[in-house]
């Protein structure tokens, strides 16, 4: 699935900063993509927590191969000891096994579409393992919502302070100003960003 918003969004963006301008053209015809599957989404967030990209998706790679087919039966089945091979921390093998067992006890997230993102937010921090940064990338990568701005997220901090602060990091004053320059499409601003300093583009 892809945003049906994005072409807008990127025109506006476009003429409203002519740093992003630069950053959409050089990846024209790229974008934000879902697969549509909020069980892999939740869970490839929660491998990429608080690590590089690059290593985050090593690690997936890992535990999808060991998986063969990940689901919420494979991932609660799994032996955890095979999951800590692949190079997880203990932690994270609970987090994925608490995740896998709330979809097995019949957690459905499609009615979450009818949800704000703030309600989003509010009803997944009640699971254990997921802070606001992993429901947001939910909000991303499996709802498209096209507002959202992960302030705790250090690859998009890293972008800002290159792209706007000359290597420095963003004061609440500047995040504010972008922010506000880029309403209502935060998202798509911040995954602009995000691909500015990956050599392929973020995925969960």
């Keep these: 699935m ?6 807008q969004a990127t025109r506006e963006l476009s003429e409203r900063d002519p740093v992003l301008a630069g ?10 993509k879902s697969e549509g599957n909020a069980f892999r989404t939740l869970t490839q967030a929660i491998v990429g927590q608080q690590i590089s990209v690059k290593a985050a998706d090593s690690i997936w790679n890992r535990l999808e191969a060991g998986l063969g087919k990940v689901t919420p039966q494979t991932m609660h089945s799994h032996p955890d000891d095979a999951m ?3 190079g997880l921390s203990r ?20 009615h979450w579409h009818s949800l704000s993102d703030d309600e989003v937010v509010k009803a997944l921090i009640h699971i254990k393992g ?11 990568f499996y709802l498209l919502r096209p507002n959202v701005f992960p302030v705790a997220d250090l690859g998009l901090m890293n972008a800002i302070s290159r792209h706007y602060g000359k290597g420095r990091a963003p004061s609440k004053t500047a995040l504010a100003k972008l922010s506000k320059r880029w309403q209502p499409w935060r998202t798509v601003a911040t995954w602009y960003l995000w691909r500015s300093l990956d050599p392929v583009p973020v995925e969960y």
């Design 23 to 32: 950053i959409i053209a050089r990846y024209d015809g790229e974008m934000l």
């Design 91 to 110: 932690q994270k093998v609970l987090y994925l096994k608490d995740i896998a067992h709330h979809f097995l006890e019949g957690m459905d997230p499609d």
């Design 84 to 86: 800590r091979a692949y």
């Design 2 to 7: 892809q945003p049906e918003y994005w072409k």
């Design 130 to 140: 997921i802070g606001r940064w992993t429901a947001e990338m939910f909000l991303i």
